[in-house]
């Protein structure tokens, strides 16, 4: 059974910073590609960003673009997501997930275990 374990949210001015970390279970964490998704209140969950098996391929969703970076340390069977100039738009409870199944990465339906997430606000 994996478990993803989100940290890191909170309260910030816009403008501010924020860096969460969403720590896994289990010895097969290096073999998967994860990603990063948000859902504000009366929206559909939207993905924000995704990274390869190994971090040397990453992309994200238009609106965050230049602000937000996802990374991963393996040695850590950790994700994050660092991100700047955070803006009111931005506000949302933020999800980890494992990616277990091809194709687009984009999709939430091609992830197969989820943490519970953790809030961000931006205030302005």
């Known amino acids: 059974q994996v478990q993803l374990v989100e940290s890191g949210g909170g309260l910030v001015q816009a403008g501010g910073s924020l860096r969460l970390s969403c720590a896994a279970s289990?010895?097969?964490?290096?073999?998967?590609?994860m990603g990063w998704f948000r859902q504000a209140p009366g929206k559909e969950r939207e993905f924000v960003a995704g990274i390869n098996w190994n971090g040397d391929s990453t992309y994200y969703v238009d609106s965050v673009k230049g602000r937000f970076t996802i990374s991963r340390d393996n040695g850590k069977n950790t994700v994050y997501l660092q991100m700047n100039s955070l803006k009111p738009e931005d506000t949302a409870v933020y999800y980890c997930a494992r990616r277990g199944n091809s194709g687009s990465g984009y999709s939430p339906s091609r992830y197969d275990y989820w943490g519970q997430g953790t809030q961000v606000t931006v205030s302005s």
């Open positions: 289990g010895r097969t964490f290096s073999s998967y590609a």
